[in-house]
């Protein structure tokens, strides 16, 4: 089995300011954000990158989209907006492989991010 960061943060063998949990999703406070509220939402079953996602089960990573959304009116934000972002493998930056949707949000975020821009 897989076994990451967010794995562990799931059996809460490590701690996170976990903000929302239901059977499928977690999300919790990311540990350097990147914008005033920056939530990361990770499902439960083991993916490791959006390239691993079986095309039979789009409700996982569908899950993690209509949470961060509900977060997002709870908290009152999603007028003004926010942005979601999900990492793929190197060249997307991604560094836990365990697949995660990033929600952005508290801010103007400015235009997206290029490989122009580091
Ligand atoms: P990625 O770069 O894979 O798309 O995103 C991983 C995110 O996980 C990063 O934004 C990083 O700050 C966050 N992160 C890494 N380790 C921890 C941790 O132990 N706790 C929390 N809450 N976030 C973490």
Redesign the pocket.
Known sequence: MTDT?FHK?IRRE?P?DIVFEDEHVIA?????PQAPVHV?FVPKVDVATLNDLPASQPEVVGRLAIAAAAYAKREGFADDGYRVVI?CNGHG????FQV?L?LLAGAPLGRFGTARDS
């Open positions: 960061i943060i490590i996170a919790f406070r990311d540990i350097a990361l990492n930056g991604q560094t836990v995660h990033h």
